[in-house]
């Protein structure tokens, strides 16, 4: 994981140089958390890794005040590994900057989410609210957008995949593709893409 962590890195400074990973502290830890937990097996069954923009804390979810849109991978075997990119339920002011940003902008933003490929099933609906967040009309034209608590895109990888010499370059290529979600939520945020690093 750390060699692919590496290797990663590097391709993503020639598309997306504001991109990065360290082979330390890109990977996820493998021990779970099992205080509220019946079981109590130390250890994860999968690895994974997290790659965000350089000027941005590193971390995920409801912690990352100061984090960024990114992409993560996810190795397990099995046919459950799998690739993703965007920001994953962030805290209520990231959020917040967020639907701003789409609610000023929505047919950018609707324009943006319409490149996402067919094969990563466009943006992930899951946790969307049903009803509106406070603070926007009922019939704003981003309504659909502005339900969401999380703007992720991503798609399973076949263990034929994931052990392929040339995982590395393929994943780049999978990320290249979701680029414009990634560079679209880190711009709502404040963080710039770079042309070189």
């Known amino acids: 994981m750390r060699e692919l962590i590496e290797d990663l890195d590097t391709l993503f400074a020639q598309f997306a140089p504001e991109i990065g990973g360290d082979s330390k502290r890109s990977m996820f830890r493998i021990y779970r958390d099992i205080r509220f937990s019946k079981d109590k097996s130390p250890y994860k069954t999968h690895a994974a890794c997290w790659f965000h923009h350089l000027n941005a804390a590193r971390t995920v979810g409801a912690e990352a005040d100061a984090g960024s ?16 990119a965007g920001i994953w339920m962030p805290p ?18 609707d324009r943006m989410a319409r490149l996402i490929p067919r094969r990563f099933g466009g943006l992930d609906d899951e946790g969307a609210l049903k009803r509106m967040p406070r603070g926007y009309a009922e019939d704003h034209p981003a309504a659909k957008w502005l339900r969401f608590q999380s703007f992720t895109s991503g798609r399973t990888l076949t263990d034929a995949q994931v052990t392929n010499p040339s995982l590395a370059a393929s994943l780049a290529r999978e990320y290249e593709a979701l680029l414009p979600l990634v560079q679209w939520l880190n711009g709502a945020l404040g963080f710039k893409p770079a042309s070189r690093r």
Do not use: T
């Open 92 to 109: 209520r002011p990231q959020l917040k900057r967020l639907r701003d940003a789409i609610a000023k902008d929505p047919k950018g933003f």
């Open 69 to 84: 849109a990114g992409y993560y991978f996810h190795l397990e075997p099995g046919g459950k590994s799998m690739i993703g």
